[in-house]
Structures are given as C-alpha cells and as structure tokens.
C-alpha cells in the first residue's frame, strides 16, 4: 500500500467462521410471530483442532487463536403491544420527528405517548431531562417501572427519513445496550411506521438485524480473558410476521457470516495470518459449500508457468512463499446468464519493502490490513455459499503475498514483467499492492468473465480525499458504476465515484519501460487506478474500489468488514439480470 496513513487495519485470521447458521422457523398460535436462531461461530473454535499443526508451523511468537463458544441469538418478528412485551429491554427507535412535543411537553407520537402514559409521565420527563432528541447517535438507557420490560432504551435515527444506516445503528445499539446491562432477552421496535411500504419494512427489519448481529460479535480470539455475551434473544416488533420477513432476516443473516469473516481475517495478526493461512481459509470455504465451490491454489511454480512475475517480484523477499487463491462459484442447476469476477488485493503484511515505512503517519504496524480487498472477497465468497444465488458464475481471486525485504528481494529501479507482456519500472517498492493485482486482474480477464470488481487498501491518496469512511470508486463504465453504486446503497457502505483522467498517465511513463508504478503524490489515487486499468481486457467492465479508508475503525480498535455487503448485493443483481 502507498505510505500515506490509511486508517484501517485489516488483516487474516486461521480459520473459517460463523458457520452456516442453524435456523429453525416457528408460527406461535397465540400471536403470529416467526422466529429463528442464529449462531455466530468465531474463527478457529469448532475447527481449531484441525488447524492447530498448520497455525504453529506458521506462526510466531507462540500466538494462537483461542477457542470460544459460538454465541446464540435467536431472532423473532412479532406482531404485540409494546407494553405487553417482557424482558430485559425494549428499545424505541426514534426520530427527531417523533420525539415532537405538545405544549405540555408530552409527546406527539402515539407509540411513545402509550408508553409514557404507562409509565405515568417518566418516559417523557426523563427523555426531557436527558435531553434526548432523537438525533442520530444518540440513545439513553431507563430503567422505569410499569412495563414489562425491566429498561427501555431510546434510540435517536435522526432525520424524520431514516436510512438503512440509521436501523442498522438501531440493533447495534440495542446489542450494546445488551452488552452493558447483561440482558438475555430485548426487543426493538420503531416508534412510527407511518409512510414505510411493506418493502421498506422489511429492509428495516433486515438492518435491525445486521446491527443486532454485528453488534453483538466481539474478537476475543488473541485476548487472554473474555467476557461472553449474554444476548440469547431479540424480538422484532411491529415489522411484520410471515415467510418474506423470515426470509430476510436469514439473509442478513447470512451477510453477516461474511462480514464476520471479513473482520477476523482483517483482525487477525501477520504472524499468524501468512499466504498460506490465507489459501486454508479459502480451501475451507470451498469444503464447506463443495455443492456450488471450487477452489485452485496456485503455488510458486505454476504462477511462473503463467508468467506471473509482476505478481512474483513482490513476494520474492519474503520466507512465505506467496499462494494464488481461486475460488470458483457455479449454481448446482440452471443456466449460467452472467460470468462475473471479484478481485481482492492480498497482502497479508506490508513493510514497504526497500522504500521501508517509517516517521509518524506511515502506520506500518497496522499493514497487516493490507490483506482488506481479499478478506472482502473470501467474506462475500462465505455469504454467497449459504445464499446460493442461481444464474451467475463467480470468480473470487486473490494474489497473496507478504511484502518484506531481504537479499532476495524487488528493488528500485527493478524492471519486471507483468503475465499479459507489459513491462513495469518499480520506482517505488511500497506501491506493490498494484503489482500484485496486475497479474490477478490478467488472470480473472482470462476466465472469460464479462464483469470485474477489484478491491485494495491500495493508497493513502485515497484517504486524504475522502476521509475514513468512504471508498472511492474507479470505472470507465457508468453501468457498472450504477450497479454497483445501487448495490452499496441497499448495504449502508459508502462509496464515491472518482474519474478516470487519462491526461495523469503521462506522470506514469518510463524512459524503459512500459510504464513505471507510481507517478507523482497528486493524484494518486487516480494514477493507481490508471495503472490497474492496463491490465484489464477492454472488452471486460471493470472497476476498482479504494477501501483503504473505511475497513478498518480507528474508534474501535477494529476491522469493520467492509465492502462484503455491497459485494453480496451486486452478485444477487447480476444473478437476476
């Protein structure tokens, strides 16, 4: 990855995880409610075992993963009076809409007017007091007498339209609010439901969900003591009940598998995450769905068969020896309408090689996230073999490699040879996130497929533009652009299209070869998707997304799994195309 600060921090972890989830769905006769359970298995606990001997071959430093019990939510879509509802807490998402008052300072909204009315004003004056308002962010936690419920849990969603943001953010509250009190059982419900169609519900039940999911998930794998999490159940109110909530529910569910997987491949450290831990996870990924997977790892040798040596050059320094991983996804049945290949950059550590990273800002003990783009692939490789979408082939490729320095090593000035013929001057050993997508972007154009998305912590520049929480897009498509961009708005990700500017490939000319690897710091990062876009076959719609800023969060210490979910979309609206 490029020197400039990237605050993210991705990384892979030894072992698959969070299982497919066993559901069961059930129709109660007393009021219509359809429930089922999720478990949430980390990485290396039903299969640590199985991985012990090849993770203490590969790591330093005696660090392993720890084995921990797969945490259980059982989910429920319920149709009942919030009052009636018992348990530990029921939390109300609000809107600044909703939290309007009368003269009297008592609420407008009849859901919040019912609850306070049973609790005999508090609600409202504590809500008053705590200065709640239901902007974004905001939440307060009361424990009051009169209800079922032991606590109720404000939840402010902002804006009178709320935004799949905003009901994820509502079960990420809720699930910390079950953190905080050591709750078993909640409930969420919404405050108003005015004005949302039967669609927009159950997106909102599916976001509630995710939330609720991922907020519950905690990477206690490198820690020495953990506390379990206590939430055993989660009652959805007021959404709806029946098979199209139910189903989902599980397909968030089932996001969620590949976002989990996403973050404790990013989380987990280069001494134990190498190339070769990296391939495991995609072999096992492959085991696990073997009805609709695949998977080819290419070692050292065959990628010099395939004249990989762009790809090469950056690995040569390295006592891991680099591994080509590629998973193959094709339906058990039906016909195949679109061929279709996800790209992720794999680097599972980043020194910088001989232009090494150092002074404030390099950021160089986080580079174990520059393995983001493959841990967003291999994560929406897991969530597509439990969803098993029909009409679409994909391809899930990643170059991994780590970039060290050592005699053996890539140096500057070095002219390699990129697998389609093109001839590259490195004058610059930090910028090898590039090289190594040149030869697998060259690969996935040679698997005949119509439509390329690559994903790379790949520059700082990228960063500087746009902040930590947004990946920038490149393409020289607007339909891809479009689907793609449609694809993240249904997910909550956020992305923004950059342009292409031809006239910046002069700063990437070389006097000897065909090109060099980095121009100047402007522009940077739309240099380096110029440079990628050389190695694409013209007749293949490609893009590039720069994720370098928003997978991982400085706030939580974290990855946060980016850029599975929009992945998963878009492969689900090329299946129905």
Request: with cysteine; charged share 20%; net charge neutral.
């Amino acid at each position: 990855m490029a020197a400039l600060r990237v605050s993210s921090a991705l990384a892979c972890s030894s072992s698959s995880s969070f299982h497919s989830y066993p559901s069961f769905f059930t129709k109660f006769q007393s009021s219509p409610i359809w429930s089922f359970s999720i478990s949430v298995t980390p990485l290396c606990s039903r299969r640590a075992k199985r991985m012990a001997h090849s993770i203490a071959r590969d790591t330093l430093g005696l660090t392993h993963t720890n084995q921990s019990d797969a945490p259980k939510i059982s989910f429920a879509a319920k149709e009942i009076d919030l009052v009636e509802w018992k348990g530990d807490i029921l939390a109300v998402g609000a809107t600044e809409k909703d939290l309007a008052r009368d003269e009297n300072s008592k609420f407008q909204n009849p859901l919040l007017q019912k609850l306070d009315s049973k609790l005999s004003g508090l609600l409202s004056e504590a809500s008053f007091e705590e200065d709640f308002s239901g902007k974004s962010g905001q939440s307060t936690i009361l424990r009051l007498p009169g209800l079922g419920s032991k606590r109720i849990a404000l939840v402010g969603l902002g804006s009178s339209t709320s935004s799949t943001a905003a009901y994820r953010s509502l079960g990420e509250a809720a699930a910390a609010a079950a953190k905080s009190a050591q709750a078993s059982n909640i409930a969420i419900a919404l405050a108003s439901t005015d004005g949302l169609s039967a669609e927009s519900k159950l997106s909102s039940a599916s976001a509630i969900t995710t939330g609720a999911v991922l907020g519950t998930f905690e990477d206690n794998r490198f820690k020495s003591e953990s506390k379990k999490p206590t939430l055993k159940s989660l009652d959805i109110l007021g959404l709806g009940t029946g098979p199209e909530i139910e189903k989902k529910i599980k397909y968030a569910a089932d996001v969620c598998a590949g976002v989990i997987l996403g973050r404790e491949l990013v989380n987990a450290p280069a001494n134990v995450l190498t190339p070769a831990v990296l391939a495991e996870e995609a072999k096992k990924i492959a085991s696990t769905y073997s009805d609709v997977f695949s998977a080819n790892i290419l070692d050292v040798e065959q990628c010099k068969e395939l004249k990989m040596g762009s790809y090469l050059a950056v690995a040569a320094a390295s006592a891991n020896p680099a591994h080509f991983i590629h998973l193959s996804y094709k339906p058990s049945s039906g016909e195949i309408k679109k061929k279709i290949a996800l790209v992720g950059k794999g680097l599972t550590f980043d020194s910088g090689g001989y232009n090494i990273k150092t002074g404030p800002g390099c950021s160089i003990e986080l580079m174990k996230f520059d393995m983001g783009g493959a841990a967003a692939v291999l994560g929406a490789a897991k969530a597509l073999g439990q969803i098993k979408p029909a009409g679409v082939e994909v391809h899930f490729i990643v170059a991994a490699c780590e970039n060290m320095i050592s005699g053996t090593g890539m140096r500057p000035g070095d002219i390699i040879t990129a697998s389609n013929g093109k001839t590259i001057e490195v004058n610059n050993t930090d910028a090898e996130g590039r090289l190594t997508l040149a030869d697998a972007l060259v690969y996935a154009c040679n698997q005949g497929v119509e439509k390329i998305v690559d994903l790379a912590t790949l520059t700082g520049a990228c960063v500087v533009a746009l902040g930590p929480s947004i990946a920038g897009i490149f393409t020289p498509s607007d339909d891809l652009a479009k689907e793609v961009v449609a694809a993240s708005e249904v997910s909550g990700e956020k992305l923004w299209r950059l342009p292409m500017e031809d006239s910046y490939w002069e700063s990437m000319k070389s006097g000897v070869a065909d090109m060099v690897n980095t121009g100047g710091r402007q522009g940077g990062a739309i240099t380096a998707a110029l440079f990628l876009k050389q190695f694409v076959d013209e007749k293949v719609q490609w893009m590039h997304i720069d994720l370098a800023g928003p997978v991982w969060s400085d706030k939580k210490k974290n990855a946060t799994g980016f850029g599975v979910s929009t992945l998963v979309e878009w492969v689900l609206k090329n299946s129905t195309i």
